[in-house]
């Protein structure tokens, strides 16, 4: 699969890259002139101490007892003692000066790569016809703290001509089933105030029978409401989709047929989630279960296979409905379009501090791998594993398939809302070098190859 190519270049990106080396030049040339020959002992000592510190990290999460809390300690200390090396070599303010240069050089290299057609980014949008006559809404009081009754969205909701079906009783809900009787009783709309497990549940019945879906963002974390770029502070805004919205059409990732709206997590995370204790105490339960799982002495081998890659024996595996931003294995970043038609997946695989350490050189580092595929396979050395979908934990049968079913979600959302922010460029030195340069040069290059590495 290929990306698209690149925008022509403009005259203000190429005159940002040009800026970006010269700055870049500016803080190699200030330590130079400041520090002389001391320059290249400073600049061993940082990186030494970066190297330290992360391999101390590494310990810290993969050992216990008294090594656990001496590699906290060394983990503290390297870049304070990095500072006081700096100081007493009255270098202190030269590195910060530096730094700050070399900062300013990163901002303009990534405004450089930024530029071009901003719409290839924004989902687009149509308008939300016709009109919804029986909107029905499900929500969970007891999601992010009781934010349906703060907000009182039940009672603005019906203003707005919705039924709205309360989960409030102590027994278990079946939301799929009551998304089923709501359609069967005429409903032509279906949302959700609650947790993006919820939300996949309903959007699941919405896709199926072709009806508009409202997300409500009255969860804790409102991933998939913050990549619509919904009102996560105030989610009675998002009601504004029923009177004055526009319809998105959104993918939705599968799993073994189960529907995700975010991501679905193997390995570590599962494992630690899993775990009866995770819910009380999580902190402890996560340090207790990291060690046996970096180490390989807990949990399934796994192995990935999406076309001609394959992940093999990965700690940790992210797949996403729709690619997270670079590198991201914890699911934490934003997603700027879910209209990709693709799964974003994300492996690690550290065994050691000297992989640990090995991870700054990014996706290419061996421990660190990213793919993008339309179907992934996970199989493992065991017949079921713990699998986090959507943040909640289930045990799966193996071999788990992971899919995409590209735009079947038509999702409604409010036309004036925060919205999504411009994803970040990865700076791409061989195409800033490109940009920068006096020469005529070819204003897009060829597409980019989906399976990196």
Same mark, same amino acid.
């Given at each position: 699969?290929?990306?698209?190519?690149?925008?022509?270049?403009?005259?203000?990106?190429?005159?940002?890259?040009?800026?970006?080396?010269?700055?870049?030049?500016?803080?190699?040339?200030?330590?130079?002139?400041?520090?002389?020959?001391?320059?290249?002992?400073?600049?061993? @000592?940082?990186?030494?101490?970066?190297?330290?510190?992360?391999?101390?990290?590494?310990?810290? =999460?993969?050992?216990?007892?008294?090594?656990?809390?001496?590699?906290?300690?060394?983990?503290?200390?390297?870049?304070?003692?990095?500072?006081?090396?700096?100081?007493?070599? %009255?270098?202190?303010?030269?590195?910060?000066? %530096?730094?700050?240069?070399?900062?300013?050089?990163?901002?303009?290299?990534?405004?450089?790569?930024?530029?071009?057609?901003?719409?290839?980014?924004?989902?687009?949008?149509?308008?939300?016809?016709?009109?919804?006559?029986?909107?029905?809404?499900?929500?969970?009081?007891?999601?992010?703290?009781?934010?349906?009754?703060?907000?009182? =969205?039940?009672?603005?909701?019906?203003?707005?001509?919705?039924?709205?079906?309360?989960?409030?009783?102590?027994?278990?809900?079946?939301?799929?089933?009551?998304?089923?009787?709501?359609?069967?009783?005429?409903?032509?709309?279906?949302?959700?105030?609650? $947790?993006?497990?919820?939300?996949?549940?309903?959007?699941?019945?919405?896709?199926?029978?072709?009806?508009?879906?409202?997300?409500?963002?009255?969860?804790?974390?409102?991933?998939?409401?913050?990549?619509?770029?919904?009102?996560?502070?105030?989610?009675?805004?998002?009601?504004?989709?029923?009177?004055?919205?526009?319809?998105?059409?959104?993918? =939705?990732?599968?799993?073994?047929?189960?529907?995700?709206?975010?991501?679905?997590?193997?390995?570590?995370?599962?494992?630690?989630?899993?775990?009866?204790?995770?819910?009380?105490?999580?902190?402890?339960?996560?340090?207790?279960?990291?060690?046996?799982?970096?180490?390989?002495?807990? $949990?399934?081998?796994?192995?990935?296979?999406?076309?001609?890659?394959?992940?093999?024996?990965?700690?940790?595996?992210?797949?996403?409905?729709?690619?997270?931003?670079?590198?991201?294995?914890?699911?934490?970043? /934003?997603?700027?379009?879910?209209?990709?038609?693709?799964?974003?997946?994300?492996?690690?695989?550290?065994?050691?501090?000297?992989?640990?350490?090995?991870?700054?050189?990014?996706?290419?580092?061996?421990?660190?791998?990213?793919?993008?595929?339309?179907?992934?396979?996970?199989?493992?050395?065991?017949?079921?594993?713990?699998?986090?979908?959507?943040?909640?934990?289930?045990?799966?049968?193996?071999? @788990?398939?992971?899919?995409?079913?590209?735009? @079947?979600?038509?999702?409604?959302?409010?036309?004036?809302?925060?919205?999504?922010?411009?994803?970040?460029?990865?700076?791409?030195?061989?195409?800033?070098?490109?940009?920068?340069?006096? /020469?005529?040069?070819?204003?897009?290059?060829?597409?980019?190859?989906? @399976?990196?590495?």
């Amino acid at each position: 699969m290929l990306g698209p190519p690149e925008t022509p270049a403009t005259p203000s990106q190429r005159w940002l890259a040009r800026l970006s080396f010269a700055l870049a030049a500016l803080a190699v040339v200030i330590v130079a002139v400041f520090a002389g020959l001391k320059s290249f002992a400073m600049l061993a @000592v940082a990186l030494a101490g970066a190297v330290v510190a992360i391999a101390a990290a590494y310990f810290f =999460l993969s050992r216990r007892g008294m090594w656990r809390w001496l590699s906290l300690a060394v983990l503290v200390l390297a870049p304070i003692a990095v500072i006081v090396a700096y100081a007493f070599a %009255s270098l202190l303010l030269v590195a910060i000066v %530096s730094a700050a240069v070399w900062l300013l050089a990163g901002v303009t290299a990534r405004s450089a790569l930024a530029g071009g057609d901003q719409a290839d980014w924004r989902m687009p949008e149509r308008p939300a016809l016709p009109p919804a006559s029986r909107p029905y809404l499900i929500m969970n009081p007891r999601s992010g703290g009781g934010k349906v009754e703060k907000f009182d =969205l039940k009672r603005k909701a019906e203003d707005m001509g919705a039924e709205v079906f309360l989960m409030s009783g102590p027994e278990q809900v079946d939301v799929a089933e009551v998304a089923r009787q709501a359609i069967a009783g005429g409903a032509d709309l279906l949302g959700v105030a609650g $947790g993006d497990g919820t939300q996949a549940l309903v959007a699941d019945i919405a896709a199926e029978h072709g009806l508009p879906f409202i997300v409500i963002s009255a969860g804790t974390r409102n991933h998939f409401a913050l990549d619509l770029g919904l009102d996560r502070e105030d989610p009675s805004a998002c009601l504004d989709a029923l009177s004055d919205g526009v319809e998105l059409a959104v993918d =939705l990732g599968r799993i073994n047929g189960q529907v995700f709206v975010n991501n679905a997590s193997f390995g570590a995370y599962a494992e630690v989630v899993e775990t009866p204790s995770y819910r009380d105490d999580k902190l402890n339960t996560t340090l207790n279960l990291l060690p046996d799982l970096l180490q390989g002495h807990r $949990g399934a081998r796994l192995c990935a296979r999406a076309d001609n890659a394959e992940i093999m024996g990965p700690q940790a595996l992210l797949v996403a409905n729709n690619p997270y931003g670079t590198g991201d294995i914890a699911g934490l970043s /934003r997603r700027a379009r879910l209209d990709r038609g693709v799964l974003g997946v994300v492996g690690v695989k550290v065994h050691s501090a000297r992989q640990a350490v090995g991870l700054l050189r990014g996706t290419r580092g061996g421990g660190l791998r990213a793919l993008i595929t339309t179907q992934i396979e996970i199989t493992a050395d065991a017949p079921q594993i713990p699998v986090g979908v959507d943040g909640e934990a289930i045990m799966m049968s193996t071999p @788990v398939t992971c899919t995409v079913s590209p735009g @079947v979600l038509r999702v409604w959302v409010p036309r004036n809302r925060p919205g999504v922010p411009a994803p970040k460029p990865v700076v791409n030195w061989a195409r800033l070098r490109q940009l920068a340069s006096f /020469r005529k040069q070819p204003d897009a290059r060829p597409p980019l190859e989906a @399976v990196p590495g």
